[in-house]
């Protein structure tokens, strides 16, 4: 079955950096983008960006541009995403998801998601 | 970037209630739309996707209809199960974007 098994919870100072990762297995690790998702304590969901694992193509948001890089490694069917410049509004949970859309340039839905990584920014 | 507005925020219902969640885009979606259910500390799951077509799994009370930027997620029977907060998101253009969600209390 298809599962997303994301690191464990991290602390980190305000100007820090985090990498998270998401191991993926039940499916072809290069047959689907994949999404990151953030939610912030008692808020919405809010869309970072997502990447293609077999090209290493990535769109971000604009909001993210210049400070997150989502890079995959095949071999291990696993992305990660790295954030830079951490401020206390990056707390919050960072979700990866899978497109639902087997080798669609198009973003589609989000079928399948990882639990949930928190992110702790606090000096 | 296309603003996703549901309402209503906060509804409060019974357990074989009807319940209908609407959610209004800023600009043109097509069908491109997808609702999720959210658990207390759990991620989101997928329930509807294309505006209106039920993921596997699902039940069937769950329905989703609507396209252009007017859509509508019903539960025809609320159950103990569906307690829960939801989400529309929109994958039309980038960036996608979500509703601020629909939280579904007991009353």
């Known amino acids: 079955q298809v599962k997303l098994v994301q690191s464990g919870a991290e602390v980190e100072k305000p100007g820090a950096s985090v990498k998270l990762s998401c191991k993926a297995s039940?499916?072809?690790?290069?047959?689907?983008?994949l999404h990151w998702v953030r939610q912030a304590p008692g808020q919405g969901l809010e869309w970072m960006g997502w990447?293609?694992?077999?090209?290493?193509?990535?769109t971000y948001a604009q909001k993210f541009q210049g400070r997150v890089t989502m890079t995959s490694d095949t071999s291990i069917s696993t992305a990660y995403m790295e954030l830079s410049r951490l401020r206390s509004d990056d707390t919050a949970v960072y979700y990866c998801a899978r497109d639902g859309e087997q080798w669609s340039p198009t973003p589609g839905e989000f079928d399948y998601w990882g639990p949930g990584t928190l992110v702790t920014v606090s000096s | 970037d296309i603003q996703m507005t549901q309402s209503p925020s906060t509804l409060s219902a019974s357990v074989g209630d009807r319940v209908t969640i609407a959610c209004r885009a800023s600009q043109s979606l097509n069908a491109w739309l997808a609702w999720y259910q959210q658990k207390p500390g759990k991620a989101p799951k997928l329930l509807i996707y294309k505006a209106s077509t039920l993921e596997s799994g699902v039940p069937s009370r769950f329905s989703g209809s609507g396209s252009g930027t007017e859509f509508t997620l019903t539960i025809s029977s609320l159950q103990p199960d569906d307690f829960a907060t939801y989400y529309c998101q929109q994958y039309n253009n980038y960036p996608l974007t979500f509703g601020g969600g629909t939280k579904v209390d007991i009353k």
């Open positions: 039940g499916y072809s690790f290069t047959g689907y983008y």
């Open positions: 990447i293609n694992p077999y090209s290493g193509g990535t």
